[in-house]
């Protein structure tokens, strides 16, 4: 491993052998080099840690099995703590990066010491790497280019889009300063990155910028009726729960349009989900369910 590096790429895995090293060999051939791989493999059945110990690259760490089951938060929160870089960046076994996705983010945070955490775009793909969506991420704020945006902003974005706006965590880099312990809310499941990214934002500083930075996959089973309805749910808990946070910024008009807007989404996805079934564009299972 590379003395001190300055991101750490953390990934929880389970049984993710049918992608982890197309995953693994997207952090490897970054153009930027100063970062370590740390891996959490949960008692997988399947090659998983077998394809991690077959990768030669002395930035790639595995962490030992753990002694018992980790739920969610608890195996997100071992990988980080695991981990060591000034920034840090969580993402899933099926997840890539694309090659100039670190070195854009870290030079993003480099330029504006003020801000904890920068966030730019991703592609939507399917199991067998189709791009079922080019371009995705931040709603309407992709149109201004490269911005900085207060904490305070971007819930009240975010509430009245009823939506995640950042995305998911590949698309997402953050400063370990800006850390807080816990590192997560343990009431949140399917809102835990959003929530996550507040924690840590507080009412200070994000960068967002408009570039494709990276690729998240979606299978059918993120997109199931059961899972659209049970995340509709607590998307609109999230953010009732957000205003709380920032009364000032944040009015009972907004949550009420971003309910709205969180159920159209909701629909969406299941109107997706059975369009992509119709085609069968989608096959394999994804542990975590996410939002837009």
């Known amino acids: 491993m590379i003395a001190q590096p300055l991101v ?24 930027y080099e ?24 002395p930035r ?40 100039d996705c670190l070195s854009i983010q870290v030079d993003l945070l480099g330029r504006n010491p003020d801000a ?38 971007l819930a009240h974005a975010c509430t009245r889009a009823g939506a995640n706006l950042f995305g998911e965590p590949v698309a997402v880099m ?8 816990p590192l997560f809310d343990t009431r949140w499941i399917y809102t835990i990155d959003i929530a996550f990214y507040f924690r840590c934002l507080q009412d200070r500083d994000a960068v967002l910028d408009d570039r494709v930075m990276c690729s998240f996959r979606v299978s059918p089973k993120q997109l199931s009726a ?25 009015s009972a008009s907004d949550v ?8 159209v989404l909701a629909q969406a996805r299941r109107a997706l989900y059975l369009q992509m079934r119709a085609r069968k564009v989608l096959a394999a299972p994804k542990d975590i369910a996410r939002n837009t």
Request: a positive charge; charged letters at 25%.
């Open 174 to 181: 953050i400063r370990r300063a800006a850390l807080h312990q």
């Open 116 to 153: 904890v955490l920068v966030c730019g775009r991703r592609q939507i793909i399917n199991d067998d790497d189709k791009v079922l969506i080019k371009a995705r991420g931040l709603g309407t704020l992709a149109k201004h280019g490269t911005q900085v945006m207060a904490g305070r902003q």
């Open 34 to 57: 100063r970062f370590e791989i740390v891996v959490s493999d949960q008692s997988s059945s399947d090659r998983s840690v077998e394809i991690v110990r077959s990768f030669a690259d």
């Open 256 to 263: 009420r349009i971003g309910k709205v807007r969180a159920r």
């Open 8 to 31: 750490s790429v953390v990934i929880p895995v389970l049984n993710g052998e049918r992608h982890l090293e197309a995953c693994l060999n997207s952090i490897v051939g970054q153009t």
């Open 60 to 99: 790639i760490r595995l962490l030992p099995e753990p002694s018992e089951p980790l739920d969610l938060h608890r195996n997100w929160s071992r990988v980080i703590a695991g981990s060591t870089g000034e920034f840090v960046k969580l993402m899933g076994q099926d997840d890539l990066l694309h090659p």
């Open 226 to 250: 059961a899972l659209a309805k049970d995340q509709s749910k607590e998307v609109r808990a999230f953010f009732s729960a957000l205003a709380l946070r920032y009364p000032e910024d944040i």
